[in-house]
Nanobody
Framework: QVQLVESGGGLVQAGDSLRLSCAASGVTFSRYAMAWFRQAPGKEREFVAGIWSGGKMTYAESVKGRFAISRDNAKNTVSLQMNSLKPEDTAVYYC?????????????????WGQGTQVTVSS
């Protein structure tokens, strides 16, 4: 049984930092591309950052230079370091796993999802 469990969300002020983590179980983690998506109220789920199974990282333009994705294959975890947070970063953040080499940017391409963790950034 595949499980992705996110942690690390919370309420912060603009300019602060947060680190999200996602623990995976039930998969051969090193073979999976991983990604973070987010969904704000009334908006569609959007790609935030992805990391290929080989380690290449990709980012949405809106977070480039502020967010950093990383993975630890020994611990089956993927993390998202979020710096210089803005109110528009407020959303539920989801961890996603894809049984492929490349971490794509479309949510429909992912096989497994976590339950989400709320990030709220106040101005």
């Amino acid at each position: 049984q595949v499980q992705l469990v996110e942690s690390g969300g919370g309420l912060v002020q603009a300019g602060d930092s947060l680190r999200l983590s996602c623990a995976a179980s039930g998969v051969t983690f090193s073979r999976y591309a991983m990604a973070w998506f987010r969904q704000a109220p009334g908006k569609e789920r959007e790609f935030v950052a992805g990391i290929w199974s080989g380690g290449k990282m990709t980012y949405a333009e809106s977070v480039k230079g502020r967010f950093a994705i990383s993975r630890d294959n020994a611990k089956n975890t993927v993390s998202l370091q979020m710096n210089s947070l803005k109110p528009e970063d407020t959303a539920v953040y989801y961890c996603a796993a894809k049984n492929a080499y490349i971490a794509g940017t479309t949510s429909s391409g992912y096989d497994y999802w976590g339950q989400g963790t709320q990030v709220t950034v106040s101005s």
